[in-house]
Protein backbone atom coordinates (compact mmCIF):
# COMPACT_ATOMS: atom_id res chain seq x y z
CA UNK A 1 0.00 0.00 0.00
CA UNK A 2 1.22 3.61 -0.96
CA UNK A 3 1.80 6.34 1.43
CA UNK A 4 -0.84 8.53 -0.27
CA UNK A 5 -3.60 5.38 0.08
CA UNK A 6 -2.37 4.63 3.97
CA UNK A 7 -3.00 8.52 4.55
CA UNK A 8 -6.65 8.36 2.72
CA UNK A 9 -7.18 5.72 4.95
CA UNK A 10 -6.42 7.15 8.31
CA UNK A 11 -8.34 10.09 7.20
CA UNK A 12 -11.36 7.53 6.52
CA UNK A 13 -11.15 6.28 9.79
CA UNK A 14 -10.77 9.35 11.26
CA UNK A 15 -14.04 10.45 10.03
CA UNK A 16 -15.81 7.68 10.79
CA UNK A 17 -14.44 7.73 14.10
CA UNK A 18 -15.77 11.52 14.40
CA UNK A 19 -18.75 10.42 13.29
CA UNK A 20 -19.65 8.03 15.71
CA UNK A 21 -18.62 10.18 18.38
CA UNK A 22 -21.53 12.37 17.35
CA UNK A 23 -24.31 10.37 18.32
CA UNK A 24 -26.61 11.76 20.78
CA UNK A 25 -28.52 10.38 23.89
CA UNK A 26 -31.02 12.46 25.66
CA UNK A 27 -29.89 13.31 28.86
CA UNK A 28 -31.68 15.34 31.60
CA UNK A 29 -30.67 18.49 33.41
CA UNK A 30 -32.13 19.15 36.89
CA UNK A 31 -33.44 22.93 36.82
CA UNK A 32 -35.26 22.57 40.32
CA UNK A 33 -36.58 19.93 42.19
CA UNK A 34 -38.90 18.71 39.89
CA UNK A 35 -38.35 20.39 36.86
CA UNK A 36 -36.01 18.39 34.14
CA UNK A 37 -34.29 20.07 30.92
CA UNK A 38 -33.45 17.79 27.99
CA UNK A 39 -30.80 20.02 26.19
CA UNK A 40 -30.55 18.93 22.78
CA UNK A 41 -27.66 19.53 20.18
CA UNK A 42 -26.56 22.68 18.26
CA UNK A 43 -26.63 19.91 14.55
CA UNK A 44 -29.15 19.95 12.33
CA UNK A 45 -31.65 16.27 12.74
CA UNK A 46 -29.39 13.81 11.81
CA UNK A 47 -29.92 9.97 12.21
CA UNK A 48 -27.20 10.71 15.21
CA UNK A 49 -29.58 12.83 17.03
CA UNK A 50 -33.01 11.19 15.81
CA UNK A 51 -34.11 15.00 15.13
CA UNK A 52 -33.87 15.47 18.97
CA UNK A 53 -32.13 18.95 18.01
CA UNK A 54 -34.56 21.28 20.24
CA UNK A 55 -34.96 21.60 24.03
CA UNK A 56 -37.16 19.44 25.88
CA UNK A 57 -38.18 19.00 29.25
CA UNK A 58 -40.58 17.28 31.95
CA UNK A 59 -41.86 17.79 35.44
CA UNK A 60 -42.13 15.27 37.46
CA UNK A 61 -44.99 15.27 40.29
CA UNK A 62 -46.51 12.48 42.78
CA UNK A 63 -48.99 11.58 40.15
CA UNK A 64 -46.96 10.96 36.84
CA UNK A 65 -44.86 12.95 34.51
CA UNK A 66 -45.43 15.81 32.28
CA UNK A 67 -43.64 15.90 29.36
CA UNK A 68 -43.37 18.75 27.67
CA UNK A 69 -42.98 17.82 23.62
CA UNK A 70 -42.23 14.54 22.28
CA UNK A 71 -39.29 14.43 20.07
CA UNK A 72 -39.55 14.39 16.26
CA UNK A 73 -39.89 9.80 16.24
CA UNK A 74 -41.00 6.85 17.54
CA UNK A 75 -37.32 6.16 18.05
CA UNK A 76 -37.25 9.51 19.73
CA UNK A 77 -39.87 9.34 21.86
CA UNK A 78 -38.43 5.93 23.25
CA UNK A 79 -35.17 7.84 23.69
CA UNK A 80 -36.74 10.26 25.69
CA UNK A 81 -38.73 7.54 27.72
CA UNK A 82 -35.06 6.19 29.02
CA UNK A 83 -33.92 9.82 29.99
CA UNK A 84 -37.17 10.22 32.46
CA UNK A 85 -36.95 6.84 33.84
CA UNK A 86 -33.00 7.68 34.97
CA UNK A 87 -34.86 10.12 36.94
CA UNK A 88 -37.89 8.43 37.88
CA UNK A 89 -40.00 5.10 37.53
CA UNK A 90 -43.33 7.58 37.23
CA UNK A 91 -44.73 6.94 33.80
CA UNK A 92 -45.11 9.81 31.37
CA UNK A 93 -49.32 10.95 32.20
CA UNK A 94 -49.58 14.05 30.00
CA UNK A 95 -47.64 15.20 27.11
CA UNK A 96 -48.11 18.69 26.59
CA UNK A 97 -47.06 20.17 22.67
CA UNK A 98 -46.07 24.02 23.12
CA UNK A 99 -45.21 23.49 19.20
CA UNK A 100 -45.58 22.85 15.95
CA UNK A 101 -42.36 21.69 14.19
CA UNK A 102 -41.75 18.00 13.41
CA UNK A 103 -39.21 17.83 17.04
CA UNK A 104 -42.50 18.91 19.12
CA UNK A 105 -45.19 16.40 18.24
CA UNK A 106 -44.13 13.36 16.17
CA UNK A 107 -43.32 10.91 19.57
CA UNK A 108 -47.09 11.77 20.22
CA UNK A 109 -47.88 8.75 19.03
CA UNK A 110 -45.63 6.65 20.86
CA UNK A 111 -46.74 8.24 24.51
CA UNK A 112 -50.60 8.14 23.68
CA UNK A 113 -50.10 4.41 23.59
CA UNK A 114 -48.64 3.93 26.76
CA UNK A 115 -51.97 5.74 27.90
CA UNK A 116 -50.69 9.40 28.28
CA UNK A 117 -52.96 12.09 27.54
CA UNK A 118 -51.92 14.69 24.86
CA UNK A 119 -52.21 18.10 25.13
CA UNK A 120 -52.12 21.48 22.96
CA UNK A 121 -53.89 25.00 22.45
CA UNK A 122 -56.41 24.21 19.88
CA UNK A 123 -54.22 26.24 17.34
CA UNK A 124 -51.10 24.68 17.87
CA UNK A 125 -53.11 20.78 16.99
CA UNK A 126 -54.43 22.32 13.65
CA UNK A 127 -51.10 23.84 12.87
CA UNK A 128 -49.58 20.14 13.37
CA UNK A 129 -52.23 18.69 11.08
CA UNK A 130 -51.80 21.12 8.77
CA UNK A 131 -47.30 20.43 8.63
CA UNK A 132 -47.89 17.06 8.95
CA UNK A 133 -47.22 15.19 5.83
CA UNK A 134 -44.20 17.98 5.13
CA UNK A 135 -42.94 17.10 8.32
CA UNK A 136 -42.62 13.55 7.51
CA UNK A 137 -41.40 14.44 3.84
CA UNK A 138 -38.39 16.58 5.38
CA UNK A 139 -37.75 13.67 8.36
CA UNK A 140 -37.52 11.17 5.97
CA UNK A 141 -34.83 12.69 4.13
CA UNK A 142 -32.63 13.63 7.19
CA UNK A 143 -33.63 9.98 9.45
CA UNK A 144 -34.03 7.42 6.87
CA UNK A 145 -34.32 4.47 8.20
CA UNK A 146 -34.99 5.54 11.79
CA UNK A 147 -38.22 7.21 10.86
CA UNK A 148 -39.66 3.97 10.91
CA UNK A 149 -42.97 3.64 12.89
CA UNK A 150 -43.57 6.92 13.21
CA UNK A 151 -46.87 8.66 13.11
CA UNK A 152 -47.92 11.89 13.00
CA UNK A 153 -51.18 12.07 15.94
CA UNK A 154 -51.53 15.64 16.38
CA UNK A 155 -52.35 16.89 20.01
CA UNK A 156 -55.72 14.90 20.98
CA UNK A 157 -56.80 17.19 24.12
CA UNK A 158 -57.30 20.59 22.57
CA UNK A 159 -57.59 24.17 24.88
CA UNK A 160 -59.28 27.05 23.08
CA UNK A 161 -57.76 30.17 23.43
CA UNK A 162 -54.73 32.02 23.93
CA UNK A 163 -53.70 31.68 27.53
CA UNK A 164 -55.12 28.39 30.18
CA UNK A 165 -54.67 27.04 33.33
CA UNK A 166 -53.79 23.41 33.76
CA UNK A 167 -53.22 21.73 36.49
CA UNK A 168 -51.69 18.46 37.30
CA UNK A 169 -50.01 16.44 40.20
CA UNK A 170 -50.59 19.78 42.74
CA UNK A 171 -48.29 21.62 39.91
CA UNK A 172 -50.22 24.99 38.36
CA UNK A 173 -49.13 25.25 34.51
CA UNK A 174 -49.75 28.08 32.77
CA UNK A 175 -50.06 27.38 28.81
CA UNK A 176 -49.64 30.62 26.70
CA UNK A 177 -49.97 30.96 22.59
CA UNK A 178 -46.74 33.19 20.97
CA UNK A 179 -47.26 32.51 17.29
CA UNK A 180 -43.59 33.65 16.98
CA UNK A 181 -41.35 31.43 15.52
CA UNK A 182 -43.73 29.03 13.54
CA UNK A 183 -47.39 28.74 13.51
CA UNK A 184 -49.02 27.45 16.74
CA UNK A 185 -45.88 27.95 19.18
CA UNK A 186 -46.74 27.81 22.82
CA UNK A 187 -44.60 29.19 25.98
CA UNK A 188 -45.34 27.14 29.30
CA UNK A 189 -45.06 28.72 32.63
CA UNK A 190 -44.40 27.16 35.82
CA UNK A 191 -45.24 29.58 38.69
CA UNK A 192 -44.48 27.22 41.60
CA UNK A 193 -41.29 26.51 40.11
CA UNK A 194 -40.23 30.33 38.65
CA UNK A 195 -39.75 28.03 35.42
CA UNK A 196 -40.67 28.33 32.18
CA UNK A 197 -40.15 26.24 28.91
CA UNK A 198 -40.07 28.58 26.46
CA UNK A 199 -39.80 26.55 22.93
CA UNK A 200 -38.40 28.54 19.81
CA UNK A 201 -38.99 31.94 21.64
CA UNK A 202 -35.82 32.30 23.00
CA UNK A 203 -32.30 31.18 21.11
CA UNK A 204 -29.22 30.78 23.07
CA UNK A 205 -25.90 29.31 21.23
CA UNK A 206 -27.12 29.78 17.54
CA UNK A 207 -28.97 31.74 15.89
CA UNK A 208 -32.69 32.16 15.19
CA UNK A 209 -33.80 31.22 11.65
CA UNK A 210 -36.73 33.84 10.63
CA UNK A 211 -38.98 31.70 8.18
CA UNK A 212 -41.54 33.20 6.10
CA UNK A 213 -44.51 32.06 8.57
CA UNK A 214 -42.64 33.98 11.56
CA UNK A 215 -44.03 36.98 13.47
CA UNK A 216 -40.82 39.44 15.06
CA UNK A 217 -43.74 41.53 16.74
CA UNK A 218 -45.56 38.52 18.16
CA UNK A 219 -42.36 37.28 19.18
CA UNK A 220 -41.34 40.65 20.63
CA UNK A 221 -44.83 40.93 22.95
CA UNK A 222 -44.46 37.17 23.93
CA UNK A 223 -40.72 37.59 24.93
CA UNK A 224 -41.88 40.75 27.18
CA UNK A 225 -44.60 38.66 28.55
Given at each position: ?????????????????????????????KV???????????????????????????????????????????????????????????????????????????????????????????????????????????????????????????????????????????????????????????ML????????????????????????WS???????????
Amino acid sequence: MTNMSLQVLAVLCLLAFAGAAQAYTPVAEKVTDNVYAIVGPLDQRSPENDALNNNLGFIVTGEGVILIDSGASRLGAQQLEVAIAKVTSQPVKWVINIGSQDHRWLGNAYFAEKGAQIIALARTAQTQERFADRHLQTLERFLGERLAGTEPLPATTRIEGDTVTLTFGGMDLVLSYTDAHFPGDAMLWIPGEKTVFTGDLVYVDRMLSVHDWSDMQKAQAAFKA
